[in-house]
Nanobody
Framework: QVQLVESGGGLVQAGGSLRLSCAAS????????MAWYRQAPGKQRELVAS?????NHADSVKGRFTISTNDAKNTVYLQMNSLKPEDTAVYYC???????????WGQGTQVTVSS
């Protein structure tokens, strides 16, 4: 059974940094499509960054956020620098299996950026 467990969220001041982690089990990060989404209160869930054969980042986070994977730990990271209050949201890890196109979500981790 695929499990995605996020960690690393918290409260940070504007301009600060956080690193989110998503530990995956029963699915190999580097062999499938992994992504980070976020959902702010009252807003739709949006794609922040994805990594498959390359990486993509939303325009709103380009130059500030970086998605990466660690093969040995089977973990996906989201390094977030120069955080802004508008980055406040629940961040979710997502995996899409290339073989079945099945999608999986983590439970989410709260990121709050104070001004």
């Amino acid at each position: 059974q695929v499990q995605l467990v996020e960690s690393g969220g918290g409260l940070v001041q504007a301009g600060g940094s956080l690193r989110l982690s998503c530990a995956a089990s029963a699915i190999i990060c580097t062999s499938n499509a992994m992504a980070w989404y976020r959902q702010a209160p009252g807003k739709q869930r949006e794609l922040v960054a994805s990594i498959s054969r390359g990486t993509n980042h939303a325009d709103s986070v380009k130059g500030r956020f970086t998605i990466s994977t660690n093969d040995a730990k089977n973990t996906v990271y989201l390094q977030m620098n120069s955080l802004k209050p508008e980055d406040t949201a629940v961040y979710y890890c997502h995996a899409r299996a290339r073989s079945t196109f099945s999608g999986y979500w983590g439970q989410g981790t709260q990121v709050t950026v104070s001004s």
